[in-house]
């Protein structure tokens, strides 16, 4: 079914929808929704998980707005081919900005952080005591093709002079800063 959109028009910094076709709005002081553009956009799928706070791995497009419209804040329908894929809330994105859009769970990506490891030392060191905790991220694809996962995890980051907290290992190594509490990794999972 062919749907009528609006007509973008730009003057200085103002971006103006005009729609081409009339509509009867009820005047009963409800919101009503009118199509103003539907735009294929160019997106990249993959997935985003932080284990330490869930268990699930989120399916997110990062989609360039490759229009000359301004998209404006609001619930967008996204669409993969003829397949409904789900909703997700945009901020204001310019032409040519790109931004990401999450799609919701996605339970064929499964995540499990586990504490394998909390070690005591039961030696005092100058009235120091050294404790020692290890966690296994697990991931798993049961999709028929492999995917790219973005995962982050966090390591505590002292509030208190006397406690240090340092990383002694990952592996894989993280691709960010542990200096800053922050890790992440980014992956191809197979299937």
Known sequence: METET???RTSGTAVSYEIRQRVNVPSDGEPHNMTVAILPLPAALDFLTAPKLTSYAYRRATITNQTEHVLLPGQLN????????GTSQIKNVAPGQEFEAFLGVDERVRVERKLITHEVDKRFLGNRRRIQFGYRITLENLLPHAVRITTRDQIPVSRHEDVKVQLTRANPPSTEEAELGILKWELSLAS
């Open 6 to 8: 609006a007509e973008v």
């Open 78 to 85: 996204i669409f993969w081919g003829a397949e409904y894929v």
